[in-house]
Structure formats: C-alpha cells, structure tokens
C-alpha cells in the first residue's frame, strides 16, 4: 500500500490538511510534488542506498521530501528541529546526506550551515533564497510529475533523542523490496487500531520528525486516510480539530493528557468530540489516575502501546484490558518479551529487571558498532535499557529507566513513582526526579518540580509535597529536598530532558550515568 494507488483511485481527496488554515493537499498533489522531487534527485545521480536529511516545520513540504526519498530506495533524515547548526551539521556528516532540504523558516541556521558541510551534493531551500542553496521550487518546476523508473521502497534512518549524548542513528538496510511491499505500519494500524482504508482522519499533533508521528502519518497515507496537521500543540485548538474535522484517530502523549485535563470544565464541555474512535499513546509513562481520567472523559477508545524508536518490538493494551490491569503497557504485540537480570539469566514474573525483546526487528546504530553489542545479548535479543516486569498474566509494567537508576547507599532506586506521585499533586504541573551527590550515600534522591502557578514555591509547599511524598511511598524512596523551576525541558514526545536538569547539580562531581 502507499498514496499513488489513492492518487489514481481517489485523486482530489485531502491526503493532508493544516490545521490551523485549514488548507489541504490532494492525494493527486502529494504524488506529483512527490515525483518531481524523487526525478529531481535521480537526475543529481542518488541511487539507492544514498542518502538525503531535511530540517522542516510541519508541512506538507515534509511529505513531499518523505514520500520521494521513500520511492527511490534512499535513507532519509527528518531532522529535530530544535538543533543547533552545530548538532544538525553533526547528524548531516554522521548519516552520510549527499542533499540537505530546508525552509525559510530556518534560514538562520541554514545559514550557518553552509560552511560546516561542504561535503555536501546540494542544499535546497523551500520558500526563498539563501546564498550557498538553490531554489527548491525553481529546482523542481521542469521535473516530470509522472513515477521514476524502477521504484523502490526507502529507508527512514531515525536518530535518537540524544539525552545521554550525541544522537545516534537507527539503522536498517533498505531492502531493494518494490514500492508497498513489506510495509508494517499500516498492518499494525489496521490490526491493532481498527483503521480501514480509505476511512481515518488522522490528526497529528507532534513534531512529524518523531518515530510516532513520522510513523503514523506514513502508515495513514499508505492506508489512503486524511491527515491534519497541528502547526503547534495547543489542547484546546485540538479539542477544536477534533470537532471541526471529525477525527477518528489521534496520537497523543501523556503531558498533552494532562493539559487536555487541566482545562476548563467549561471548555472541555464545549466541542463534540463523538467522531473519536482511537487515540492511541505512548513515548512516556502515564500516571494511573491521568490516564483513568482520560477514559473517564473520551472513553474506552484509548490505545496504549510500548515501543521505541529502535523497533525491537512492541507491546499493545485496550483500555479494557488497561482498567484490569492499571499502570501497565499491555502484552506482546510483536517480539517475545524477557525480563533479564543482572547475572543475564531471566527472569520469572513479578521480578524487575531490563526488558528485551526477541525476534521483535534487527537494527544497528549508525557507525557506533559498540552502542550496538552492548544493545544485544548473547542470544541476539535487544535492550534500550528500560525496566520493568511481567506479571502472571503476561502484563508488562514499566519501572523505569536503567540511566535514570539512582544508587543511595547501595541501593537501587527508580525515580518514576516519586514522579507519578508529584504530578497527581493538585499544585504540581510536572515533576523531574534523579540522583545528586552526596558525601555519604553516594547519591541522594532530588527532586525537581514545575508549579500550576510558580508564585506558590515556598519552603512551606516544599514541606507539604515532601509529607505527601512520605504518606504514599517508602522513605527511601522519596526525595530528601525539592527545587521550584518554571518549566522543566520536556520533549513534545513527552520525554524529559532529565540530564539538563541533573548537570548544574553534578558539576565538579562524577556520575555513575553515562
């Protein structure tokens, strides 16, 4: 499946709509726009296996870079936008891109760019004109709307969030397989997710350059779905999406839940939301009593799934299964789970230790050969370090992070029910828990926290959410002091940059985290 069999079949069909403006882009559109860019790339001599990256905002103009590179066999970079010209140029020569496409949007970093990445074959820019980029417009206005010869599916080479480090690039060999073959994710849609072709509104409320967003867009289009847009999150505008273009799914996360949450009752009573029939979540855990608000308000209709960006596997749980089983991420949906401990022998259920997945999806990091070993066992099952265990049932429960693992005195502590705590609080927005130095311990357990109103931080608040902390958790557990940020650098994914809050407090000092 993918959108030229819906260009031919349904060709003035909105294959994507921004939501703010509201203007669309035909299925037959998304195909030209797409095949002057794949012609235009041939004709630069890219072949298979080359590789292309783009740094652009949520834009149609994404998917016309997405779908060309998709159809001529090429790995193709969609890159975080928030970089820096130093940490975009790194992505750009650790890849290998030969042509790099951005918008005016980002022409101060393009800018900087140009002499960090001479290796370069060619820099498009969308929209204008910058020195050092061609036209990307002018560059494609004689190139052919008609399919490439030879079309083969491409490659997306993902790079990781980066918040032990540099990102790293997760690699799969493109496979020389013909367009529409070998495709998961709309499998996995229609399976899992109830979208049937031709029928889903999807909206996207994410940076499209994450797995999840990337993956459920592409997977929509392949299935011949609408897909809107969201510039930027905003919960009420997506209150307002969801009733003015009858969305039938969604992917949210759990903060976007918690906002959605804390608006008024008198605007969360305002739009209809009835056209809803999945919204799908994952990326960070969600506490108990949020998602159970979540299901209280939309229904039934929220799917959970645990995966990452590497693809080693999959697991899946209704909101059915979910409220018999709260606080869990569901059973195996693709891979065979194990829990590992640290003498690498399994585990059996109830025991916490590192979460692998066999037969789930081979990948490799992109040129860090040692990244990879130390992702894989000897049995040849993968890890990205998270922790957790299965119950009786086959119910995985995620316990952590081992990165975020802090060590007091000798023992192992997890940081997310501190967090999952702190967040249910009535005055607290989100919480950041994680080792600092200590003279004795080692490690002491801190605490982070952002405010509804940032104006109550007071040492009288701090005891408060100290006592609360204590009368719901073992002492050993709970922080020993809390500091009052006014935000905290959460990812749109939901991902917390924890390493940026713990450096100030480790500097000078050494870290058992890498």
Known sequence: MYPRIYAEKTPDKAALIMGSSGKSISYKTLEEASNQLAHYLRSLGLTQGDSIAFLIE????????????????LYYTPINTHLTAR???????????????????????????????????KRLLIGGDIEGYDNYEHAL???????????????LLLYTSGTTGNPKGVFRPVTGAAMGEGDRISVFLNHYYRVEPGQAVYLSPAPLYHAAPNGFTTGILRLGGTVVI????????LLQMIEKYRVTHTQLVPTMFSRLLNLPEAVKKQY??????????????????????????????IEEYYGVSEGIGRTVISSSEWLKKPGSVGTEAIGTLHIVGEDGNELPAGEVGLIYFEGGGQF??????????????EKGWATTGDIGYVDEDGYLFLTDRKSHMIISGGVNIYPQESEDLLICHPKVQDAAVFGIPHKDFGEEVKAVVQLHDFSEASPALEAELLAYLQ??????KCPKSIDFAKNLPRMETGKLHKRLLRDKYWEGHQTHII
């Not at 009368?471 to 050993?476: M, V």
Request: net charge negative.
């Open 87 to 121: 940490e975009v140029a790194y992505i750009l020569e650790d890849c290998k891109a030969t042509v790099f496409i951005t918008t005016t949007h980002f022409s101060e970093v393009a800018n900087e760019l140009t002499p960090r990445t001479p290796y370069l074959k």
């Open 58 to 73: 949520n834009s149609y103009e994404y998917f016309y870079c997405l779908w060309a590179a998709q159809r001529t066999g």
């Open 471 to 476: 009368n719901n958790l073992a002492k050993i």
């Open 364 to 377: 490799s990091y992109l040129n860090d050969d040692k990244k990879t070993r130390e992702a894989h066992n």
């Open 230 to 237: 969201m510039e930027k999150y905003d919960s009420e505008q």
């Open 141 to 155: 206005t004689h190139m052919p709307t008609l399919p490439v010869e030879h079309e083969t599916e491409g490659s």
């Open 272 to 301: 209809d939301l009835s056209s809803l029939t999945c919204v799908i979540h994952a990326a960070a855990p969600c506490p108990v009593p949020v998602k159970k608000a979540m299901i209280e308000w939309w229904g039934p209709i």
